[in-house]
């Protein structure tokens, strides 16, 4: 823990008092989204105090031009960069002529409140300006779920020993820089800006892709609730920026409002030509409702969405907290209503890793949206790798793979790899598995085969065609070993037989193999069609056999595990709990030759496999690799601490699984690895919510039956969550006393709880 500012409240994130050193961090903490699009949480009016300004826009992105000291064959041309989009929120305010700015002047009784709950961000505070007027404040603002291209503000000043004369200044500005370009570009080029008494807007396309976005706006003022007549004054206009004044005069104790609906309408979802005029029609429907009423709908969207995704934790606020400030941000980043899209680990609140597309998504993501989303999400999120099929080819061929390998990529927006790391981007292909995997994952949960003979088993071809064409045969081992590459574990790079990534290409070609044979059975038609597509033939399928059949695993007969590569041994197995916390964390420490050098694992690698092919390992044996890595591992990935939580309750170390639970659950909260500066760790809270349900809760899918083996920490007086499996709706309740079950519906359900059948009728509450 490296921070501990955020007060402890089930549904909201809370912060007392005003620091300059911590605005940063909570302009993360505190960020908004509606999956459409998102902004850290900045302040509407001016700040000259250090501040890293974020808004922006799911899918649109630049290719910003790849900065390596020199280059390689088959290195990525860009790094896909989400775009800091045009600035909507800005009101800059004065009071009796000065400007309000809370770097310059006294602040008392701060408060921020990000209302997970109702989906609302708010701020209140009082000042004393070096004028002596002395103000109280108060500003809420809330991106629509309904409306995904509006977002709504609402600020409110009341002059507190004195009458005042208080300017809004409202503008919206394309003039906007991203503060991890490669080679400081702009990306925006302006082309057109206009108002229309209080409707504002500047329009701006990006340099390369070519994205169109009308960034609007539309103001109104009010004194003490009542809707002023001000005409406002055309304050500045620019080809990247129009702002506006509304000057009104207010006394002492009287409330000056402004009200500003504001957003982004974009050329993925209008033609170019009516983008002016669907801004309009947003904010004519915004106007009309009002912002209050905009805020019930917004609250009865959030209503829905923790009906079924909610999970309550009894007797443990910072628990329960933490786990529903992760499920809120990943429902502000990716609520499934557009296949193109997908989830990027910073979601809406950085630019850290480019906004992308990574692994992440189908190894952590998918089992939480399977479970809270219809089915429908879920299969979006197959389809998006799916439609990228062609070009995870075509970065194969850029290697030298042929005959229809598919190497997805580690990085991407539009399925082209696009990631900045030679080690990454050239080594780390396991990310191949994790596609794989999540096609396997979704049938096994969701029971829905359709959609491997449709799409799926290409997929899966040219997965399977890759695996085949890395491996070498090695004569000294008599099997084929898979050189030059990095695990999960990112610290270790350009090894040798990592063992997971040698598992899951075994288990890859197994599954396309099963899957094949199962659709020349069963879809005969489809298992035509694709065998002529890609000229398929069983002499090549006999060759993936082979490999898969006598695939290498490094083993230590000493220690009785499989080891992480050829060479760990080698290295200086010195614990982690021995280290100098002041080392801490590595990657900020440690030089990287340092760090490569060290035995110590970023997030879970050979621990990842027992994860993923539990049912392939016996509990012993999945002890003794744990308490072989888990010493070693540093967790300085947000994707690690989830796995060991899991798998330390699969053995029955529930306080190490708690422990390892609030980290994860409280990584961006306590700022764990000192970063949340740089955005929230959004794909990893995928892994908090399986925590519970797969850690706790001990939830499993084994043939097609629902398994549970409930356990509890002790902090926890009890805990409740519930899934959607196979269309039906199953609410879990875990407590010291025992464990309860009821399933919604007409249709009963049966499943395994410690190993023993029960029935779920509907309407009747199971005790077990």
């Known amino acids: 823990m490296n921070q501990n500012y955020i007060i402890p409240n089930e549904w909201s994130i809370i912060e007392d008092g005003f620091e300059k050193e911590r605005v940063i961090s909570s302009e993360s903490l505190f960020s908004i989204g509606n999956g459409a699009m998102g902004q850290r949480a900045n302040f509407e009016e001016t700040y000259s105090g250090k501040t890293f300004p974020g808004s922006y826009i799911a899918g649109v992105y630049y290719p910003d031009k790849t900065k390596v000291g020199w280059w390689k064959n088959g290195y990525p041309e860009y790094f896909a960069k989400v775009l800091n989009a045009p600035n909507w929120i800005g009101i800059d305010v004065e009071i009796n002529g000065e400007n309000l700015d809370l770097n310059k002047i006294e602040v008392r009784n701060f408060r921020r409140e990000l209302n997970m709950k109702e989906g609302w961000l708010s701020r209140s505070f009082e000042a004393k300006l070096a004028n002596g007027t002395q103000i109280e404040v108060r500003i809420k603002r809330f991106l629509s779920l309904d409306l995904d291209e509006l977002g709504a503000i609402h600020y409110e000043i009341r002059p507190l020993n004195k009458s005042a004369k208080i300017s809004f200044n409202p503008y919206v500005d394309s003039g906007v820089k991203n503060q991890d370009a490669n080679w400081e570009e702009i990306f925006w080029e302006a082309l057109d800006s206009g108002q229309e008494t209080d409707f504002g807007f500047v329009q701006a396309r990006t340099f390369k892709t070519g994205f169109n976005v009308v960034t609007y706006m539309k103001n109104s003022v009010f004194l003490d609730g009542k809707l002023q007549e001000v005409l406002p004054k055309l304050e500045e206009e620019s080809s990247t920026k129009i702002k506006l004044n509304y000057t009104l005069n207010a006394s002492e104790n009287q409330w000056v409002s402004m009200v500003k609906f504001g957003g982004y309408t974009v050329s ?63 429902n502000q980043t990716y609520l499934g209503k557009d296949a193109r899209l997908n989830i990027g680990p910073k979601g809406f609140t950085g630019e850290k890793y480019g906004g992308s597309t990574y692994w992440d998504t189908e190894a952590y993501c998918l089992p939480f949206y399977m479970s809270t989303k219809n089915q429908k999400v879920a299969r979006n999120l197959l389809a998006y790798r799916y439609n990228h099929l062609e070009k995870a080819i075509e970065n194969a061929e850029k290697l030298g793979f042929k005959n229809g390998a598919a190497l997805y990529p580690m990085v991407t927006m539009n399925g082209e790899e696009c990631h900045n790391e030679w080690e990454i981007t050239f080594e780390e292909i396991h990310r191949n598995g994790a596609i794989a995997f999540a096609i396997f994952n979704y049938v096994r949960y969701t029971g829905d085969f359709s959609y491997v003979p449709e799409k799926g088993l290409e997929v899966l071809i040219g997965i399977a065609r890759f695996w085949h064409q890395r491996v070498n045969w090695s004569e000294a081992k008599g099997k084929y070993v898979m050189l030059g590459v990095t695990g999960p574990n990112e610290y270790e790079n350009n090894i040798n037989n990592n063992f997971y990534t040698n598992y899951i290409a075994k288990w890859c070609i197994e599954f396309t ?79 990287w030759d340092r760090i490569l050098r060290s035995p110590y694992i970023k997030q879970a690698d050979t621990l990842q496999t027992f994860y993923f092919f539990e049912d392939h390992f016996t509990t012993e044996e999945l002890e003794k690799h744990f308490d072989f890595y888990e010493p070693l591992t540093v967790h300085e990935s947000s994707l690690s601490p989830c796995v060991h939580s899991i798998q330390a309750a699969k053995l029955g170390r529930m306080e190490q699984a708690y422990e390892f639970y609030l980290r994860t659950s409280r990584l961006d909260l306590d700022d764990y690895n000192k970063e949340v500066e740089e955005g929230l760790h959004i794909t990893s809270m995928a892994g908090t919510w399986m925590s519970i349900v797969e850690g706790f809760g001990g939830m499993r899918v084994k043939n097609d039956q629902l398994h549970f083996n409930p356990q509890i920490p002790e902090q926890w007086k009890s805990y409740s969550f519930k899934i959607i499996f196979r269309n039906k709706i199953l609410t879990i309740h875990v407590s010291h006393e025992g464990n309860s079950f009821s399933v919604d519906g007409e249709e009963e359900l049966e499943i395994l709880v410690n190993g023993n059948p029960v029935k779920v009728e509907p309407g009747n509450l199971v005790k077990v």
């Open 268 to 330: 993925t979802n209008h033609p170019e030509e009516e983008l002016i005029s669907a801004a309009k029609n947003l904010v004519s429907q915004a106007t009309e409702k009002g912002f209050e009423k905009l805020l019930e709908e917004q609250k009865r969207a959030w209503a829905k969405i923790w009906e079924m995704a909610d999970i309550t934790i009894e007797g443990d606020v910072k628990a329960q907290q933490g786990i529903r400030f992760n499920i809120f941000q990943l």
């Open 513 to 591: 193999i099963e899957n094949i044979d199962k659709i020349e059975k069963e879809f005969h038609s489809d298992y035509v069609r694709i065998l002529n597509k890609l000229r398929l033939s069983k002499a090549e399928i006999s060759e993936w056999k082979k490999v898969a059949e006598n695939m290498y695993f490094p083993y230590s007969e000493e220690h009785k595990v499989y080891l992480q590569q050829d060479g760990f041994l080698d290295k200086d197995l010195t614990p982690v709990s021995e280290l100098d916390k002041s080392q801490r964390p590595l990657n900020q420490k440690w030089s």
